[in-house]
């Protein structure tokens, strides 16, 4: 019995397929194929079939962009970097996002922003007469060139509801908060405390929220001056005597609880240091104006202290 290598098996094959290739499809295309009628029904039928299988449709090619939002940016930085590339206007995202620290019940005909809260429960106790501060998750995202503001609103607000996972809401709920008092803390703490990616405990963020959570149970004003950064759109770390006696319910200096809005989008870190803080007896804390330690403090007098060491 002859014994073929592999290499002239191989090479059997391809000769085969020339030979198909050049004699056995030019038959059946030119001599068979216009001449069915003239086989057997069952040969013709066959032949009908074939010719009538429906072609694969061809891939249209969409062209996508990318967006990318930072942790921490607020409605308005989101809407400068989403109407600077030129494709969604102002006045549409207006529409969808609505405008950062208004009140929509105060303005004369001037319609809400739109209300995702059917598509979306995390929504639902998010005051509808307010913007969508807070919920416009940071990440980095592919879009269609010619997506709509809403497609990409909605492609943010899909991210959010996959990042606050069950255990997540239901420990919000066990607390007796809401999903909207956690993203204004979340936001505060995004811009007051240092968010260490690197560290899974993420430990300072969420002494700082102990610290403020402390506050509001003993009815202290939050006294962040994130808020009054927020409200005057500036960086600074500490705001002049005049600014404190701004008349703002973003003046967290001024009135107690928490801000009507978050002030800015959080990412996960803030948003799981909100609900999960870490117990201690710190009641004041500031971040070192030179290496942006963050130091801490019992009582206002260490705090003094901390102040006159580091903040000068």
Not at 89 to 111: F, H, M, P, Q, W
Not at 128 to 150: C, H, I, M, N, Q
Request: hydrophobic share 35%; with cysteine; net charge negative.
């Amino acid at each position: 019995m002859l014994k073929l290598s592999k290499p002239w098996v191989i090479t059997g094959l391809i000769i085969m397929h020339i030979l198909f290739l050049f004699t056995i499809r030019p038959i059946y295309r030119y001599l068979i194929k216009p001449n069915k009628q003239y086989f057997p029904a069952f040969i013709e039928n066959f032949i009908s079939q074939r010719e009538n299988k429906q072609k694969p449709s061809a891939v249209s090619y969409r062209p996508e962009e990318t967006i990318k939002v930072l942790e921490g940016w607020t409605l308005d930085d989101i809407h400068n970097y989403l109407s600077s590339a030129g494709k969604w206007s102002s006045a549409d995202l207006e529409s969808v996002i609505g405008k950062a620290k208004v009140d929509y019940r105060n303005l004369d005909n001037t319609d809400f922003p739109f209300d995702f809260s059917q598509q979306f429960s995390f929504l639902k106790d998010k005051p509808k007469y307010y913007s969508l501060e807070g919920f416009l998750f940071p990440d980095t995202y592919r879009v269609y060139a010619d997506a709509t503001v809403d497609d990409v609103i909605v492609k943010m607000l899909e991210n959010f509801d996959e990042k606050l996972t069950d255990k997540m809401r239901q420990d919000i709920v066990s607390q007796g908060k809401t999903i909207y008092d956690i993203i204004i803390m979340a936001s505060l703490i995004e811009k007051e405390a240092p968010i260490d990616y690197e560290d899974p405990e993420n430990r300072d963020a969420r002494i700082v929220s102990d610290i403020f959570w402390g506050r509001l149970q003993t009815n202290q004003a939050l006294q962040s001056d994130a808020t009054l950064s927020y409200l005057l759109k500036d960086n600074n770390p500490s705001h002049s005597t005049n600014d404190l006696e701004i008349d703002s319910p973003y003046n967290s200096y001024k009135y107690r609880g928490l801000p009507p809005t978050p002030i800015c989008n959080p990412g996960i870190r803030a948003i799981e240091a909100a609900i999960y803080p870490i117990k201690t007896n710190y009641n004041y804390f500031l971040t070192s104006l030179n290496d942006g330690q963050i130091y801490y403090a019992v009582t206002y007098d260490e705090h003094l202290q901390n102040k006159y060491k580091y903040l000068k």
